[in-house]
């Protein structure tokens, strides 16, 4: 388990480099959908990933509704109700695609359809009149830096050197050059041969995964119009798998200008459309990271050197890292760009795993989470504690994309057959049924979280100015005309600390939102406070 960890970790943090690139044809788009009404682009300030937590999810792993072990999209309508209730305001699914699966749906062979497995392109369409109707944004997972070999376009590419799609891979008479970055899960092979063209591919991935040329400018246009069919059927925004890897200038692989120009095409394609929101999954030094985001570019990119930050300030009780970080993100982001503040997703190890065995952490983390500015990404069963399976189908990952648990029946009301894939263990307390009907549970937790968030505009967008602490603490103000709020987290796993801040005229009393509680006293303007270990307080006036 350690091993595996560690190979897990790596995936982002210790600079496992990886690559990505893009494709989709307007040829295969089928025929046009309803128009989507076309207003002006909204300003920076405004959009709606700025005021809601988005939710990821794994279709296959989140409810299945026809007893075949396999979560689909009907079972997913069946549980929108937990997401509302939760607090999110979007949810952004996995890649539900045709897909031959050798890399779990992000081997993509036809990027306008369904997979079978989960149903069909009617079933998304009621997904999407669903989620709509209770308020939830729905993004799609837009996996356009490579195909599966086995989508449509490499096979007409791989049977003709002159054909229209000759030129929408990346060809060579020989293994062409390598990447600068390696890329440790997939292995360091970057070229394959391929007999029926007789010549090598280009990937970054798995060989099963070769990266589009967007060098081809009908590619590119193709890609576009992967895009816009989405959006015309009324998708949310997408979440865009390693954009940083579309366009190579060998061994230079990642963060090319070519790549960023195409993501300034890509966001005026989707503000064609009425707040529509790009999210990138974009590896891995925090400046690189920050570049792709901003009014022509990406609206959020994932910050995925907060998330290890959080991961050692919860675990090891030191904040310093976490404080610079998020001072980092708030100062260098440029205008209408955000960033994105995330535990755990689907290629690494769970929460339990990677930060806290314990509930108190898992607390402050999500405290941190939603309070922190930035925009929260919760991965599915974080709100449960969900831990790590121990058995997988395709690769190690699938320890944190076992069976969501909404019940302490066998199969944890997942399904009524067998799961496709075994439940990691602890579903007996840890289930969405029983902690739903427990105060003080982690799901109370996360429930109270999102309500206060969602209410509070301080929290979604305030100013973020924070205060000198010792390294265990984090206390920052969230400052904004409705309402100011100050938070304070002490991340220590024993012992208690002094924590002091300056306060506004009338503060004369502060109240933890997240309990209801008094906490400290005030005393000619300054407040101050005895705090717990683990303690999270969201502070208001009496
Ligand atoms: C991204 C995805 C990962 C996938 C890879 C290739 O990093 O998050 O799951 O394997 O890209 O598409
Ligand atoms: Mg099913």
């Known amino acids: 388990m350690w091993s595996a960890s560690l190979a897990a970790g790596a995936w982002y943090g210790r600079g496992v480099r990886r690559l990505c690139w893009i494709a989709a044809a307007l040829s295969a788009c089928g025929p046009p959908g309803p128009k989507v009404p076309v207003t002006s682009a909204l300003t920076a300030g405004e959009g709606w990933h700025r005021r809601v937590a988005i939710y990821e999810l794994s279709v296959r792993s989140y409810q299945d509704s026809d007893g075949d072990g396999i979560g689909d999209l009907r079972g997913l309508i069946q549980r929108l109700d937990h997401l509302a209730e939760l607090g999110v305001g979007a949810i952004w699914l996995m890649p539900m695609f045709p897909s031959p699966l050798k890399d779990s749906g992000y081997d993509v062979a036809d990027y306008l359809g369904v997979h079978p497995d989960y149903g069909t ?72 041969f391929d007999p029926a063209r007789g010549q090598y591919y280009f990937h970054q991935f ?56 195409f993501h300034q095409r890509l966001r005026e394609e989707v503000d064609k459309a009425y707040d529509r929101v790009l999210l990138g999954e974009v590896c891995c030094g925090r400046e690189e990271v920050l570049r792709y985001a901003g009014s022509d570019r990406l609206q959020l990119v994932f910050y995925f050197v907060g998330m290890h930050a959080t991961w050692s300030a919860v675990k090891w009780g030191d904040a310093s890292k976490l404080a610079e970080h998020l001072r980092f993100a708030v100062q260098n982001t440029p205008p209408g760009g955000l960033h994105a503040n995330t535990l755990g997703n689907h290629d690494i190890f769970r929460t339990p795993t990677t930060m806290a065995a314990e509930a108190s952490g898992l607390k402050l983390a999500a405290t941190l989470q939603m309070t922190a500015p930035g925009a929260p990404v919760i991965y599915y069963g974080e709100e449960i504690g969900m831990r790590d399976g121990a058995t997988w189908a395709v690769d190690i990952r699938d320890y944190a994309r076992t069976p969501m648990q909404w019940d302490d029946t066998p199969s944890a009301g997942f399904t009524t057959g067998t799961p496709w894939l075994a439940l990691s263990e602890g579903t007996a307390a840890l289930n969405v049924r029983v902690q739903a009907g427990r105060e003080g549970s982690l799901l109370s937790h996360y429930k109270r979280l999102l309500a206060l968030r969602n209410r509070s505009l301080a929290l979604q967008e305030g100013a973020y100015e924070p205060l000198a602490t010792q390294s265990s603490s984090l206390v920052f103000w969230r400052r904004h005309p409705a309402g100011d709020r100050l938070v304070a987290l002490h991340f220590g796993a024993s012992g208690t600390i002094a924590v002091r801040a300056e306060v506004p005229e009338g503060w004369s009393a502060l109240v933890d939102e997240l ?20 303690a999270g307080w969201v502070l208001k006036p009496r």
């Open 206 to 261: 798995f060989s099963s995964q070769p990266d589009l040329n967007y060098r081809s400018p009908e590619l590119a246009e193709a890609v576009l119009g992967v895009a816009r069919r989405w959006l015309e059927l009324g998708v949310d925004g997408f979440r865009l798998d390693v954009p940083h890897q579309y366009v190579e200038n060998w061994p230079k692989c990642w963060h090319q200008p070519q790549t960023l120009a």
């Open 121 to 192: 392109l009617e079933d998304f369409e009621r997904l999407l009149g669903e989620a709509h109707r209770r308020g939830l944004k729905v993004m799609l997972d837009l996996v356009v830096n490579h195909t599966s070999t086995e989508h449509e376009w490499f096979q007409s590419s791989r049977a003709s050197r002159t054909g229209e799609k000759a030129d929408w891979y990346v060809w060579s008479d020989g293994p062409g050059p390598g990447c600068e970055e390696s890329n440790v899960i997939f292995g360091e092979e970057r070229w394959t």
């Open 515 to 534: 309990s209801g509680e008094e906490v400290g006293e005030v005393r000619g303007a300054v407040w101050t406070a005895t705090q717990p270990a683990r």
